[in-house]
């Protein structure tokens, strides 16, 4: 599996973006997808889980730093994994890093850096 993550730039604050990531290779199967986030001289930190289930629709979680403000989709399960991300506030600026889990392996993307200004 690889991943391309895609659509971080420079955006001001109260604005929007979205990020893409792109599955490519051995995807079948991928039943869980994250977005994590590494600010500045802080640690990453997972930050959106969409746990894909068979007849149950998806299992989506955030943190609580997010929650209300960004929105991980998965459109009809195929490859690409969004994340939308609203009210952007300078302590959201961080790389931000898509990861896909198949079979109990981790797989990550090489990061997109976005950068909220005041």
């Known amino acids: 599996v690889q991943l391309q993550a895609s659509g971080g730039g420079l955006v001001q604050s109260g604005g929007s973006l979205t990020l893409s990531c792109l599955a490519s290779?051995?995807?079948?199967?991928?039943?869980?997808m994250r977005w994590y986030r590494h600010p500045p001289g802080k640690e990453r930190d997972l930050i959106a889980d969409?746990?894909?289930?068979?007849?149950?629709?998806?299992?989506?979680s955030y943190a609580g730093s997010v929650k209300g403000r960004f929105t991980i989709a998965r459109p009809n399960a195929k490859n690409t994994l969004y994340l939308h991300m609203n009210s952007l506030q300078p302590e959201d600026t961080a790389v931000y890093y898509c990861?896909?889990?198949?079979?109990?392996?981790?797989?990550w993307g090489q990061g997109t850096l976005v950068t909220v200004s005041s």
């Open positions: 969409l746990i894909a289930t068979i007849g149950n629709g998806d299992f989506i």
């Open positions: 290779g051995t995807t079948d199967e991928i039943n869980v």
């Open positions: 990861n896909a889990i198949r079979h109990g392996v981790n797989y």
